[in-house]
């Protein structure tokens, strides 16, 4: 029996729930026949706490009292690293700072496999990290930075491996879609929907990152990797959050059979690829439609499969630490011929505003005749099909009209021609930017 | 560049969608660097039909003329289990005869390894298969034996290893779902659905093994080996089908907000596992209740994690190729590593009457004063908590009162003492033998 040892660095959330089910299963997890998981070692800056918090024995953590040093941090760092037992580290410190980078090369280049959970550090460096891997013959493991317990990468990497795969549609950013499902189910606003989030726990004191589209922004860019072999940076594709959607879009979503959910998105076409992250109505019957909460939902679509789904948590201790327990598995099963290399097929990314989808535009017009013709002719004008045109969702003596339509596939550019054209016809018409919004089919 | 070479035996529809995707991809496969893969040979008794069929080159095919004998397939077959340039075979025959058994064992004996869509043979023989392949240091694979194109196998092999599975519920019989969905949707009668599915292709001539649950039954066989180790025989645990199912029963669950599936279900308690297919009311929220048409799904619940659905295509000819040829891919990667050991738990099966769950109970009764009260009495005395009372969904001239209650989680055994204790008090209650549907929750 060879033990396959492992050292976790950060023992928050999701380090403490990838050590306690180590832990749990001490005897149960055997990575292959002959091999046992060990957890040697673990490295926190506050280890009495951390171990006080997951009921972890204190001297599984490296260090002496409450707090480490600085000085104290790295030397126990640099142990880990010459510590020639250990076959893998375990990276959930999370942050994308260069000490933090240098460390996670340092794991590779000192001949250790290397597991990590930070998809922020990942859409930054996979390139570097990526490469410190084959030239050090080791793996990365990354299966939890990607929609937390769904297993999304092997999914990628080794289940779907018959098949080309055409597009990524999904919900990977709880938050956010945990605020949208509370406006969609209880009329609330944006504001109150956060704030309850916030008191239950869902969304954190501050959630830019999750609202603005950004974390959903970085696991996107991940799977434009590696499912397209696309070396995107942030700001490379559009990615916009969910704070402008109001109780009046989910209304007026709900009227014509959909929901508003932030949807990460990419499309392959001939050229390329199409890619963002945005809010997008989702028809009922479309299973992304039914994924409310926190859950998170992948769907990939691919030439011979027709595509699966995969439905699970993004998020929490014991659920983000079981998708870091299956890499530390696969890893300790297959070693170095774990790590995939990506291709890097040199297709590019395209500018969104060519894809083709059908859309609904939200307009907020001044309520006088005649301003729906002006808008629908120079919507026709541009080629676009109508599907539906719906009411006033405005009160009766409430001045403006709010109305929308759902448009047949045309691209956003053909959209923002026509909304051009109305307000150089009619400069009035509008008393908001029309809020234009793809429909995910 | 090594080559890894395919043969394939049997070239009907799943055989023939591997062969067109491996070829498809004849470049683009690789299976690691240095690997590529080679569809080397391809058996089939009615090689100028199969080639004709899925557009592959003749000379591909072994064998002269459009039929070969029996002589002749079995003297290719020895020359595709001699030939030591063959790596991997690929068996797509289909059947469970001791013929196909032998040449299965063979192909391991050979040093080739198996891969196998072929989930009657592994309902029947996954002991001896298993064994073969581990005594000759081999790999088998059979992803596309449940549930096609999902990787279900490697889902749970290869995934969701960080976590420790409980319960298996899954949708895995597409042909039954088409039926249901029309039966729900429609309000058709089972026989005009099944008229409709074969009329579309959805059900073979026939159907029964589709219908009975046979079929969904050996691949919940499968999974309770590779989920559970355990060694379950055709007949260990009670398998129904569709069609005693009504579309009285399917307008009664949509009342209760739930549709009516065909559910392959196994849950670990503490002292073993309790597994079934039969229908069951699926409710509104449960993801599988939104699964329609011919599409599979399964959800696998698990302590860390808290669970994952895997939504897809159990059928068709590229669909269930992309699993088989993600076997290939998988196998032409590790090697022997490929193949997993399963845990020989020692845990049993238990008596499904024993499993607690909600349920469902359809009456048919005398419509009679005072027979909903002799029937309730005779549930309440076994402490069974009545959830809903249905009213009855008979037309008011017609004789006899077809209504149901939905229970509080309790047993099947609790509900069939409670109906003996009312057909011995009121022999004539009774028009007909209650049906009693667990309720997935």
Chains 1, 2 share one sequence.
């Not at 396959?4 to 149960?28: P, Y």
């Not at 403006?400 to 045309?410: E, R, S, V, Y």
Request: glycine residues 12%; negative net charge; aromatic residues 6%.
């Amino acid at each position: 029996m060879k033990n396959f040892k492992v050292a976790i660095l950060g023992c928050g959330t999701v380090g403490g729930g990838t050590a306690k089910i180590l832990r749990s299963r001490e005897a149960g997890y055997f990575a292959a026949p002959g091999i046992k998981l060990e957890l040697a070692r673990i490295l926190d800056k506050f280890p009495d706490a951390a171990s006080a918090r997951h009921g972890l024995p204190r001297e599984l953590f490296a260090g002496a009292g409450a707090e480490l040093s600085a000085e104290a941090l790295e030397a126990e760092t640099r142990a880990i690293l010459d510590d020639p037992s250990i076959d893998l580290v375990v990276e959930t410190i999370g942050g994308t700072s260069e000490g933090l980078l240098a460390t996670m090369l340092a794991v590779l280049g000192a001949g250790k496999h290397l597991v990590t959970a930070n998809k922020a550090m990942l859409a930054a460096h996979n390139g570097r990290i990526f490469a410190a891997a084959a030239e050090n013959s080791r793996a990365v493991g990354f299966e939890a930075a990607v929609c937390g317990a769904i297993p999304v990468i092997k999914g990628i990497n080794e289940c779907m491996t018959g098949d080309e795969i055409t597009s990524v549609s999904g919900i990977m950013n709880g938050t956010s879609n945990y605020i949208l499902s509370n406006m969609t189910r209880k009329g609330l606003s944006f504001a109150e929907a956060l704030k309850g989030a916030q008191a239950k726990g869902y969304a954190e004191a501050d959630p830019t990152l999750d609202i603005n589209g950004g974390d959903a922004g970085h696991k996107l860019l991940i799977l434009l990797k590696i499912v397209f072999g696309i070396e995107a940076k942030v700001g490379d594709f559009p990615v916009l959050g969910i704070d402008a959607i109001t109780a009046d879009d989910t209304g007026f979503a709900r009227e014509v059979g959909a929901v508003i959910k932030l949807i990460c998105h990419a499309r392959r076409e001939n050229e390329g690829v199409y890619a963002t992250v945005r809010p997008m109505l989702v028809r009922e019957g479309n299973v992304l439609s039914d994924i409310d909460g926190a859950t998170n939902a992948v769907s990939l679509t691919g030439a011979n499969s027709r595509g699966n789904v995969f439905i699970g948590q993004g998020a929490g201790s014991l659920e983000t630490g079981s998708a870091i327990v299956s890499d530390i598995v696969f890893i300790a099963r297959y070693g170095r011929d774990a790590m995939r290399e990506y291709p890097a097929g040199g297709i590019p990314l395209l500018d969104f505003d060519g894809h083709e989808m059908p859309y609904a535009v939200i307009f907020d017009t001044e309520d006088v005749p005649g301003v729906t013709g002006i808008v629908t002719t120079a919507i026709g004008a541009e080629a676009i099909n109508i599907d539906t045109v719906s009411h006033n969702l405005r009160a009766e003596d409430t001045p403006g009209a709010l109305w929308a339509i759902t448009t047949k596939p045309c691209t956003m550019a053909q959209i923002k021609r026509a909304v051009d054209s109305v307000k150089r016809s009619t400069p009035r018409a509008f008393l908001a930017e029309p809020k234009i919004i793809p429909i995910l089919h």
